[in-house]
């Protein structure tokens, strides 16, 4: 018979570091979207908005390596790392409705 | 006691209708928290009333009352919102104030049924009289029913009055969001004898209840609040939410798979429920910007002196913006892969989850709506956070937090030694219940338990008094 869902193998002591690491995508992604915004905002100098691309290249990095962990096939990885290459137009794309807006309601 | 809070400075009726939900909300909160200590202590005592109110009916009335207080809450911030964004008296308020205490009155048999008949025998007269066996949604049919008329009357004022006034984008947002909010509890109404399709429909209340209408709905809601509170642009705050109902919708329907994974449905909502799941948390990233972005940019437009008129509410929205991801995003995307939730699925991973994403997504703005009701309630300027205020954020936000780590911790434990350890089964779940690092796990979410239920208290304390205190100022 045909199994319903083969169980994928994961060693005891890999599963807080598959934790880890989805958490960790997680909180890169947050603080690249983070640094951006707050350098658009001028709260940071724009000069440091490189720190935010750090933040993406290791979120692109975390969310591979869980991908690899969980035993993804290499289909789904692909996908996810097209999908981190779309995240990281998506606070640029914000940002430039945001500046959009402004230009057509005013400032206060 | 509740009638303390007074809403005599309210201009409209419809507000006025909002703030009876929101005093029967904090008591369904309260009662809420109660059980769920008693919960909690069975986990570290099971004998604890044992036979007269066993963990399963603690656990019941537990997680209902989460959902009634929630909607009861939600319910009450419509009424305060819809007359401020339409600019118009709510239609059928009479019809509303009624439907409020059918409602009420229904909720009260419930609960008493709930708590002194319990369970009943296998029989279609249990579904429609007792309880319907399903977590969150266990309201007997004849409820249900109530529950529909009620919902209908609710959803028709606040449609009715949104087509009669000012159609804002917020507004717009809402009466859309209701609608399907509304629409799919008739999903969890019907029951039928096969587990695996009663389960299939189940979720679709309470999945794309709580990760896509409730999240659009808080989004509204945040939305709202940043406009009252600071100000903030009203154009861009529509812009964020219509951008966030996309991304919402757009991840949250299909993210549905994640909870068919182990059901009996067909095995390609396994890659439909990874893919989709995996995009959940970027609505949720995207709304934590949005509620930063318009703090910082607002206050730094109004010549930099902070321009917040309701300190408590902001707080809460804020907690809002943190507690949505962290419980909803990260705590939702530890295990929602497949590959993971094989071994994940049914562990306190799933209970840390919840405590937190329920707190965080919703509970947090909703406290914060109390606030904001209060401060219109009294006609005051602007509040300020009291003492009790701060307690209540400090209190219940650390023991939310407390308790999902302690959840987190038994979670982790039942995942090596129940499922990767000893392969899962009968014995293997009793043999990591016994183990220390499960028990200790368990007295820590009791204690973290208590201390919430004490921040309760000072927020009890705090919506009963700060009105008046701050009116006087």
Redesign the interface.
Same mark, same amino acid.
């Given at each position: 018979m045909h199994p319903?869902?083969i169980?994928?193998e994961?060693?005891?002591n890999e599963?807080?570091p598959?934790?880890i690491v989805?958490?960790l995508?997680?909180?890169f992604?947050?603080a690249y979207?983070?640094s951006i915004?707050?350098a658009k905002?001028?709260?940071i100098s724009k000069k440091w908005s490189f720190i935010g691309y750090i933040f993406w290249v290791l979120q692109t990095y975390s969310l591979y390596d869980l991908a690899v962990r969980?035993?993804?096939n290499s289909f789904?990885l692909k996908?996810?790392m097209v999908?981190m290459a779309a995240?990281l137009f998506?606070?640029h794309l914000?940002f430039r409705?945001?500046t959009d807006?402004?230009k057509?309601?005013g400032?206060? | 006691m509740l009638t303390s809070i007074k809403s005599h400075k309210l201009q409209y009726e419809g507000q006025k209708l909002g703030m009876m939900y929101f005093r029967v909300a904090l008591v369904l909160f309260g009662a809420q928290l109660l059980m769920g200590l008693i919960a909690a202590y069975q986990f570290i005592n099971p004998d604890f009333l044992y036979g007269i109110f066993d963990f399963n009916v603690a656990r019941m009335v537990h997680i209902n009352a989460l959902v009634v207080w929630l909607l009861y809450a939600m319910i009450g911030s419509v009424y305060m919102m819809t007359p401020e964004e339409t600019g118009q008296e709510v239609v059928g308020v009479g019809l509303g104030k009624l439907a409020f205490w059918v409602l009420t009155l229904a909720v009260a048999v419930v609960v008493v049924v709930y708590i002194f008949i319990q369970i009943g025998p296998g029989k279609e007269s249990t579904i429609w009289l007792i309880n319907e066996g399903r977590e969150y949604i266990e309201a007997p049919r004849w409820a249900d029913i109530g529950i529909v008329v009620v919902v209908l009357i609710f959803y028709f004022n606040i449609f009715a009055t949104y087509m009669k006034g000012e159609r804002t984008g917020i507004m717009t947002v809402m009466v859309a969001d209701l609608l399907a909010l509304a629409g799919l509890y008739l999903a969890g109404v019907f029951y039928t004898d096969n587990v695996s399709m009663d389960q299939y429909w189940w979720w679709w209340v309470v999945h794309l209840w709580v990760e896509a209408t409730w999240e659009v709905f808080v989004g509204t809601l945040a939305g709202f609040a940043l406009l009252k509170v600071i100000k903030a642009?009203r154009?861009?705050i529509e812009?964020w939410l219509w951008?966030e109902v996309l991304m919402l919708f757009g991840s949250g329907i299909l993210g549905l798979g994640h909870h068919y994974f182990?059901i009996g449905t067909p095995?390609y909502w396994?890659?439909i429920g990874? +893919?989709f799941s995996?995009?959940e948390?970027?609505p949720l990233?995207?709304m934590?910007?949005h509620v930063?972005?318009d703090w910082?940019?607002e206050q730094?437009?109004?010549g930099g002196s902070p321009v917040i008129n309701n300190g408590p509410t902001m707080a809460w929205v804020t907690i809002n913006a943190f507690g949505n991801?962290l419980g909803a995003?990260?705590w939702g995307?530890?295990h929602t892969?497949?590959?993971?939730n094989?071994?994940t699925h049914g562990t306190q991973f799933t209970a840390a989850h919840g405590h937190l994403a329920f707190f965080g997504a919703y509970a947090s703005v909703l406290i914060g709506m109390f606030y904001y009701g209060i401060q219109k309630a009294y006609g005051i300027e602007k509040l300020k956070a009291t003492f009790n205020s701060k307690m209540a954020i400090v209190l219940i936000t650390f023991g939310v937090i407390g308790m999902t780590v302690a959840l987190t911790i038994a979670g982790?434990e039942q995942? +090596?030694v129940e499922r990767?350890?000893l392969g899962a089964g009968w014995d293997p779940y009793f043999t990591a219940q016994a183990l220390p690092w499960m028990k200790q796990a368990m007295a820590w979410r009791m204690i973290m338990g208590v201390v919430t239920f004490v921040g309760f208290v000072y927020l009890f304390i705090d919506l009963l008094t700060i009105g008046k205190k701050e009116a006087n100022n």
């Open positions: 319903l869902f169980r994928p994961i060693a005891a599963f807080l598959i934790f989805a958490s995508v997680l909180v992604g947050a979207a983070a915004t707050l905002m001028g709260f969980i035993h993804s789904t996908v996810l999908a995240y998506i606070p914000y409705l945001i807006i402004n057509r309601y400032e206060d | 642009k154009e861009i812009m951008i182990w095995e396994w890659e990874a +893919l995996a995009l948390p970027v990233v995207a934590f910007v930063i972005y910082g940019k730094g437009a109004h991801f995003g990260i995307f530890f892969l497949p590959q993971v094989v071994y982790y995942v +090596l990767a350890e």
